[in-house]
């Protein structure tokens, strides 16, 4: 600290977010920034960090190479973020999957494209396929782009039927 600088950290007259935002004295001023696992100005918010706070889905059976076996029901995944990892592959398949795949009888796909890194968090259409219809059933999900991976936010699959809908993924 230089002579007459007043270190607002230090005496408390900073207007950084307590609990999620850190200060740093300044010459004549103060920088707020969010802590590990949040984003935003410091400020006026930290909310926390969807790429930082996730679940991992790695089973096999749920890629789209898969078939029904074992039988899953996603009706009560989430609410929660999820990223596809592992043996589960990378990522939802964006056209449609044929029934009884991906250890399910109706399968998850997504309905539309993953979002570039600049469009951040982005709503999408999850349609699970049966017999004949692609969309047969769906559900509005958030999408995340985190520069090299997806995460999903799934709260659970279509609730006029409970089951066997399950989310698929692919490479």
């Known amino acids: 600290m230089r002579t007459g600088d007043i270190d607002e950290c230090a005496s408390g007259i900073h207007n950084c977010i307590n609990g999620t935002a850190n200060c ?5 001023s103060y920088k707020c920034t969010c802590k590990s696992g949040y984003r935003g100005d410091g400020q006026n918010y930290c909310i926390p960090d969807e790429c930082q706070n996730y ?24 609410p929660a973020w999820f990223r596809f990892q592992g043996d589960a592959g990378t990522k939802m398949p964006t056209s449609c999957i044929s029934s009884h795949r991906c ?69």
């Open 55 to 78: 679940q991992i889905l790695s089973n096999a059976d749920r890629k789209v190479t898969n078939d029904a076996t074992p039988l899953r029901c996603d009706n009560t995944l989430g």
């Open 103 to 171: 250890g399910t009888h109706a399968t998850g796909w997504l309905n539309g494209a993953h979002p570039d890194e600049y469009e951040r968090n982005v709503t999408r259409q999850v349609c699970f396929s049966w017999i004949l219809n692609c969309c047969e059933w769906s559900v509005n999900i958030q999408v995340q782009n985190c520069s090299g991976y997806y995460l999903y936010y799934f709260s659970g699959t279509y609730s006029g039927h409970q089951c066997h809908l399950g989310f698929c993924s692919t490479d």
């Open 24 to 28: 740093t004295n300044t010459l004549g």
